[in-house]
């Protein structure tokens, strides 16, 4: 079921279409890791050409991963930092369940040990937000 217009408001949507917070553009792969079952709903309308690859494999322009556990994040985030050069990077905590899942403090902290550096952070619904990464310059 795709969200109303209402739920969108109350999920503190700026009416911008999330696709264009993303930077998803015309003919982009993108890659979801760990993606909610009906994220492709709550992405809506995509641009022209937009395909939407579910997991990591072959290239991407852009990357979303879903992470659900601290121990999942750093696990992983090395392999993840590895794709930025190739693929815009997201980084995406379940709000709320700080228990669980870790929060934007600590996405941050880790993506930052891996050599990325955050620009941009976006909520994607009620459920979800992400940090967009990029390759830490060299000085």
Wanted: proline share 6%; net charge positive; charged share 25%.
């Amino acid at each position: 079921m795709r969200p109303s217009d209402g739920d969108r408001t109350s999920a503190g949507y700026s009416g911008t279409p999330l696709p264009a917070k993303l930077g998803i553009k015309p003919g982009d792969v993108v890659g979801l890791v760990g993606a909610p079952r009906d994220f492709s709903l709550t992405l809506g309308d995509l641009p022209p050409g937009v395909t939407l690859r579910f997991g990591a494999r072959g290239t991407c322009s852009a990357l979303i991963w879903f992470v659900r556990s601290q121990a999942e994040l750093e696990k992983n985030i090395k392999r993840f930092a590895a794709r930025a050069s190739h693929a815009h990077p997201w980084i995406a905590w379940q709000k709320g369940k700080r228990r669980v899942s870790p929060d934007e403090k600590s996405v941050r902290k880790a993506a930052l040990a891996a050599g990325l550096v955050d620009f941009k952070i976006c909520a994607f619904d009620g459920a979800w937000s992400g940090l967009r990464f990029a390759l830490r310059k060299a000085i």
